[in-house]
């Protein structure tokens, strides 16, 4: 009876921490009968090299999954930034002309995703929405100029975004600033309370859109960093470079827990876990035999069990 | 009223993990009665019959309905088998016809081969409206369309399309007008001759013994008494459901005594020649250590006053100073110390999903960040000093607002801006469904605040609180105003009513 209680009350915990967990035994016990591990050297690089650009967009993406917002512009964003890239290091020898030039556009795409909502009065997502098909016809045009569906750095040396203990370094780094801003300054506690509830928010003083393009800043930093790993994982970039990221990053920000209406259930860890999971699936089911092209069912059941521990709204009716 | 018992409680507990919201209780209701349940907010008045009414399930005890067991799923449940309740909180279905709204569930009356003949139901809904005189309702009109009070009205047609046994009315004549009420009146007085219960749940008293047949009195989750028919009649009713609510004697001292309307000579807050919306060219002077009071019918234009002096909405005319700033913004009302607790609490003034300490330093983040760090100690410091000179009752400063009470939440609203340490206060409709035992501190708060030299404006529609507290007190009617008062111990609520309608 009152282990029952336990696990009611902490549903939620248990089916977010659980879904981990879970993987991480199943896939720690299972493979060595089939004479694989997933703890060696080469397992662990392919890990972090799988979760690496993933982790680092859904850890920004808290900021503006806890608005209550969602951004599908990510995945061309990734896209266009890696491009830009391996173009300009191309071009000047150097990726820093490029890294800033991503930066200056992420920057202008971020302040008119974050105000556009309020100033327009339209669903934050039809930004986003504009943005993906802007910057997707933008990389066509680029790659049918160019003649080729895919371009490399040719002389810069890319090597250091390869190195899984850069990639972990950068992944702890971010993950530590992000919280900090999101858990102790007011940048995350406005963007938390606007999520919540925006009435309350405004008559509590806080500039609305102010606040929103703040928090899609931070993303956009997140975007560009995680573009760099993209682009460093093969010195390339493609058309097709960072399809999808954008529903990943949704999979992978529910698959931890966070909640799509924003508010303040809203953590920056449920980013992690979630990111780290999805990989795992990717990793770890093939090292159970499950064929490349089975993981994707797999995938889809774990997370409707995940999702159905843990989003689902229930709203208790309390003492008055 | 028949003796005839029709529905009963034994031993019903209920807990929300470690808070007991009700030990053992055992009541009965009687055919053909108007019950009250009258107690403190978290007595657990509200938590009976929403258990009774299938909204929540009990964690302990059982229930008996016309001699048989009960246990409903639903409140839908609930309604069909014969009990029904009209909720303190909106309960309509947005964006949708009123017709829609009435006959939720209960579509396939109208329906042919699946579809809905939209006609039969707007008329059947009409009829129905216009069968308890409520005439300014058009069942065909988007619900979006009406007011929060005309969705109270509509919500208890609803409530009586389904002929319950019992109904149960919550805390729900606080949102309606004068007009609302006698429709809400008459069809419970009906309902009783037909031989049906009523259980009606009030924080205002004379409401409670104008219309019950029999009293319940509650206290942490514990029933403290019964009146009966009697009783109720007698001349010191109230006192003694005061003293069964609280506990002890509250004392006579419930609003202000003095009569000194002195104040400070500074201004703190001025309103020149406003116009916006329906307001026009409407002037204010609120100086320090004063209270001003503002009242009228809820349409009156008095609700926007307060939001006007907020910066929430836009000016077309004048301008609203507070000493030399102009102000244009709630940031600019609050960086002028000013504070506003809005009439709706539960949307515009608190953050019902999350933390007491949450909603009580958001307006004090600015003010607490070091090199952008904001200790999560000094915030954890700052809700807990607010929750004990509040007294609020909570586990911690991490539980979630809409976990408590009515009156605990209306605390945190205030707490806010004590925190803040505004100096201003706009405050509208400060005690709406607030039990007295808090009332009677918020007006203790209101008038140390004014000793403190705070400038307090008062926006309400309980005109006995703005006659007990204000200084100065100006009557709306039509969106002007239509006389001022000055405090008096002469006043009388029938002097001024003229002035409202």
Known sequence: MKSNEMIKQNKQKIGIYGGLVTCLIIFTVLPPLRGQSLWTVSKLSTLMSDVIVLALLSIGAVFIYSLGNIDISVGKQVGIYSTIIVALGNTTDSLLPGILLCIVIALVIAVINGSAGDLLNIHPIISSLVFMMVLGGVSSITYTQLGTRNISLRTVDYSIFKNPLFMFLVLVIEFIVIGYFFNYTKFGKYAKAIGANQQVAKQCGIHIIKYKIISYIFFAITIVTASLFQMGYTGSASDSTGTGFEMNVMVALILGGMPLSGGMKSKVIYALIGSLTYSLLNIGLPLLGVEPNQVFIIKAIIFLIVVLLTSRKKYGVLPR | ?501
């Open chain 2, 1 to 501: 009223m028949s003796e005839k018992v029709i529905f009963r409680t034994e031993e019903l507990c209920k807990n929300y993990g470690p808070t007991i919201a009700l030990k053992n209780v055992d009541i009965e209701i009687r055919q053909g009665e108007i019950r009250g349940l009258v107690g403190e907010n978290g007595s657990g008045k509200s938590t009976i019959m929403s258990i009774a009414s299938g909204m929540q399930k009990q964690s302990n005890g059982r229930m008996y309905f016309k001699d048989k067991e009960w246990n409903p799923d639903s409140m839908i449940e609930a309604a069909k088998e014969g009990i029904a309740m009209i909720l303190q909180e909106a309960n309509i279905i947005p964006h949708v016809s009123v017709a829609e709204n009435i006959f939720a569930g209960r579509e396939k009356e109208f329906s042919k081969f699946g579809i809905i003949n939209v006609k039969k139901m707007n008329k059947a809904a009409n009829a129905l409206l216009r069968s308890y005189q409520i005439d300014h309702i058009d069942a065909s009109v988007n619900i979006d369309r009406y007011s929060f009070e005309d969705g109270k009205l509509i919500e208890i047609v609803r409530a009586m399309s389904e002929n319950p046994e019992i109904l149960v009315v919550d805390e729900t004549t606080t949102a309606l007008s004068l007009e609302g009420r006698k429709i809400l009146y008459r069809l419970i007085r009906e309902m009783a001759n037909c031989q049906k219960s009523v259980v009606l749940i009030s924080h205002d008293m004379e409401e409670i013994i104008e219309q019950c047949d029999a009293l319940t009195v509650l206290r942490d989750g514990d029933i403290i008494g019964h009146l009966d028919q009697k009783e109720i009649a007698s001349v010191s009713v109230e006192k003694k459901i005061r003293y069964m609510m609280v506990g002890r004697e509250i004392g006579d001292k419930y609003y202000r005594e003095d009569y000194d309307v002195s104040h400070q000579e500074e201004v703190a807050l001025e309103l020149k020649n406003v116009s916006s919306g329906s307001i026009k060219d409407f002037s204010l002077k609120l100086h320090k250590g004063q209270i001003i009071g503002i009242g009228g019918l809820s349409g009156s234009g008095m609700h926007q006053i307060g939001r006007i002096a907020y910066g929430l909405e836009p000016l077309e005319h004048g301008s609203v100073q507070s000493g030399a700033v102009e102000i244009k913004t709630c940031l600019n009302a609050i960086e002028n110390g000013i504070g506003y607790i809005s009439k709706n609490r539960d949307t515009e003034a608190l953050i019902l999903e999350g933390s007491i300490k949450d909603n009580i330093c958001l307006p004090l983040l600015n003010s607490m960040e070091e090199a952008t760090f904001i200790s999560p100690r000094k915030e954890k410091s700052m809700s807990n000093r607010e929750i004990e000179s509040f007294s609020i009752k909570c586990n911690s400063s991490q539980q979630w607002v809409n976990t408590l009470s009515g009156g605990n939440k209306q605390k945190v609203s205030f707490a806010k801006w004590t925190a803040k340490g505004s100096d201003i206060i706009i405050m509208d409709s400060p005690t709406r469904g607030v039990d007295i035992g808090v009332k009677q501190a918020m007006y203790q708060l209101i008038e140390k605040m004014k000793e403190e030299g705070k400038a307090i404006l008062m926006i309400s529609e309980e005109l006995s609180e703005l006659i007990g507290m204000s200084d100065e007190l100006i009557i709306m009617k039509k969106f002007k105003v239509s006389k001022v008062f000055q405090r008096s111990p002469d006043l009388k609520e029938t002097d001024i009513i003229e002035y409202m309608i």
